[in-house]
């Protein structure tokens, strides 16, 4: 069975994926990754998003995988595509799960606004601390973070342990790049879950399930 990479989203640590490892445990070999600066790791220096591909590259020559499917939610996803564009001979398949090769209602961004607002988000993430940070967890968690409002404080709480300046790096670093002229590179089958729930809909302007779909596939480049 080929080996699994299972890399979280925006502010989360491997705490994300622990039923899939007691899913798959048994009949695949799971890696589990944790981003810089994410869930009290500490921050490194360095352009994060870059760094971070090439880490799992490494991992993968490193640990002598066999094309391993890499699975990423969110900036997780993100990271997943770039990959399969940089390094296109060592992975066996991308899955995606709610993450896109170019942030969402930004696609038609002229480059130097989208710097602009890749700069903004990145300040006002990183501006965030102590308490304000993690109020600012609470509510996402409790709006459209979760879909299980009994879990969404005790999720804030784990979130809350990442470092604001690094959640702010990524966040801008992704908001900041568009990978969809690169997606025709990816030669491994690429799998994305668009998930839809219904309260969440106001949030996402009253998008429908088959309009989100539909936007979905088109920015896959």
Known sequence: ARALILVPGLSSGGWVWQQMVRDFAATNTVYVVTLPGFDGRPSVSGEPFDNARDALAELIASRKLA?????????????????????????????????????????????????????????????????????????????????????????????????PQAVGAYAGAVMGRDLRPGMNKITVPVLLLAPYYAPDAPYLGNISMQDKVAYYRALMG
């Open 67 to 163: 094309k391993p499917v890499i699975v990423g939610h969110s900036i997780g996803a993100t990271l997943s595509y770039a990959l399969a564009q940089e390094y296109p001979d060592r992975l066996g398949g991308v899955i995606g799960i709610d993450g896109l090769p170019v942030f969402p209602r930004t696609e038609d961004l002229a480059p130097e606004q989208r710097a602009a607002m890749a700069e903004g988000v990145r300040k006002q993430m990183a501006a965030l601390a102590g308490p304000s940070f993690a109020a600012s967890q609470q509510q996402y968690m409790r709006s459209i973070g979760m879909t299980d409002i009994g879990k969404a404080d005790d999720a804030a709480k784990l979130s809350a342990r990442s470092d």
